[in-house]
């Protein structure tokens, strides 16, 4: 091995990206991994130091600047010195919305718990409690 260059499935397990070496081996084979703006298609393609990758993952993009190569799976302080992450930080959500919730007007759609019961509430001739 060339000093400081390791196989992009090791270094991307050693870094604690993927839970397992043969999941690092899939996520470069499926070309879900660029190295330096170029698709890796083979778990053996060597990162080395000063190497940036670009990582799919199924709910995020990681932007990964390579420092040293691994030589062990440790615990995430030690990983977390493998590499700089340079990834775009997550779009703002605004106050008490979430961002995978979809946003409705007022009055459309299907009416909520609250509402239907202000409806029920209103058809039964009010506050018969």
């Given at each position: 091995m060339v000093e400081g260059r390791q196989r992009i499935d090791k270094w991307l397990f050693f870094a604690r990206i993927v839970k397992s070496r043969?999941?690092?081996?899939?996520?470069?084979?499926?070309?879900r991994v660029r190295k330096n703006g170029d698709k890796v298609d083979q778990p053996s393609t060597m990162v080395s130091p000063e190497d940036v990758l670009t990582v799919t993952l199924d709910r995020?993009?990681?932007v990964l600047k390579v420092?040293?190569?691994?030589?062990?799976?440790?615990?995430?302080d030690e990983a977390r010195l493998l590499y700089e992450d340079m990834s775009p930080p997550p779009p703002a959500r605004e106050k008490g919305l979430s961002a995978l919730a979809p946003f409705r007007e007022a009055g459309?759609?299907?009416?909520?718990?609250?509402?239907?019961?202000?409806?029920?509430?209103?058809?039964?001739?009010?506050?018969?409690h």
């Open positions: 043969s999941l690092a081996a899939k996520l470069a084979q499926s070309g995020k993009v990681l420092l040293q190569p691994g030589t062990r799976r440790g615990p995430y459309s759609g299907r009416p909520t718990k609250r509402e239907r019961r202000q409806m029920d509430k209103w058809k039964s001739g009010g506050d018969d």
